[in-house]
């Protein structure tokens, strides 16, 4: 089977599969540790998490020791919705524990998505200094930021103070393509969520495609989109099934870029589907 491409993963410097895994969902699932073990048989080696995503660190840390240990290579991340040092500490802590690890590759802010939750975690005893506390320990590798704000983003990637940043992108929502090419001016890593749209666009989508009028608006040709801008370091698109991991896997090492002009129809087509 192809291996999958790696990415650079910005200024951290970890070369990353351009294909993760979300696992926020997972642990939702009876097929929930065979979807984790698929991911890591399948090569994936970025695999995102948070202290609030239920059960998700508890799941990955069972197959973790299940395996006798993380594999090499493979990079854990969590985030804290904490908003203060001690809390982020916390979560970090909690983190380290439920997943089985010595150190969490990656760990963000989550959300940071309004100027006043930004002014937070960078004041004293923030959270952000927390992080550094965590990173001098060597609890955590490398700091990230998660945000739905695209605003907001701008001066999150220019403020010098993350390794990596979390955003949505798709071609249901491409209007964070702008902080993407920022990122990569900035050397800041870019981590996608959503990249097939979500939950709900992707349910509807499967809904056509059962039905045979999907058309051009599939899964793949979403993963294809994402995979296609050279400032994306890695897409994490969620999965609850073993068989989502592998259909992702066989897209991303098989596609074929996309030319503009197969990206404004697939970015037309997603506008239609609501």
């Known amino acids: 089977m192809p291996e999958l491409a790696r990415r650079r993963l910005g200024r951290s410097g970890l070369m990353v599969t351009e294909l993760g895994l979300g696992a926020m969902d997972t642990p939702h699932s009876e097929e929930s540790h065979a979807t984790i073990e698929a991911a890591l048989d399948g090569g994936i080696t970025f695999i995102d998490t948070a202290r609030d995503y239920e059960g998700s660190e508890f799941l990955i ?5 299940s395996r006798g240990g993380l594999p090499e290579g493979v990079y854990l991340e969590s985030k ?7 809390g982020a500490q916390r979560d970090i802590d909690r983190g380290l524990s439920f997943l089985g690890v010595p150190q969490i590759a990656v760990y963000q802010l989550h959300d940071i ?31 990230g930021v998660s945000c739905h704000n695209t605003e907001l983003l701008r001066d999150l990637i220019t403020s010098g103070e993350f390794d990596a940043v979390m955003l949505e992108y798709s071609a249901f929502f491409t209007e964070t393509a702008p902080m993407i090419e920022l990122a990569a001016e900035h050397d800041v890593g870019v981590i996608v969520m959503r990249p097939l749209g979500g939950s709900g666009r992707t349910s509807v989508m499967r809904g056509k495609i059962d039905e045979g009028v999907a058309g051009i608006l599939t899964p793949a040709n979403l993963l294809r989109y994402v995979l296609s801008n050279p ?10 099934y073993p068989s989502r991991i592998h259909a992702n896997i066989a897209t991303a090492t098989s ?12 970015e037309a087509a997603a506008a239609r589907l609501y």
Request: proline content about 5%.
């Open 80 to 86: 804290t919705f904490s908003h203060t040092a001690a």
């Open 255 to 266: 596609y074929e870029p996309m030319e503009d002009g197969e990206r404004r129809e697939l």
């Open 113 to 143: 998505s309004t100027p006043e939750a930004w002014a937070e975690v960078r004041g004293e005893d923030g959270a952000l200094e927390g992080l550094k506390v965590a990173q001098y320990r060597e609890l955590i590798g490398h700091i």
């Open 231 to 240: 400032g994306v370091s890695v897409a994490i698109p969620g999965a609850r």
């Open 61 to 65: 840390g069972e197959v973790v020791r």
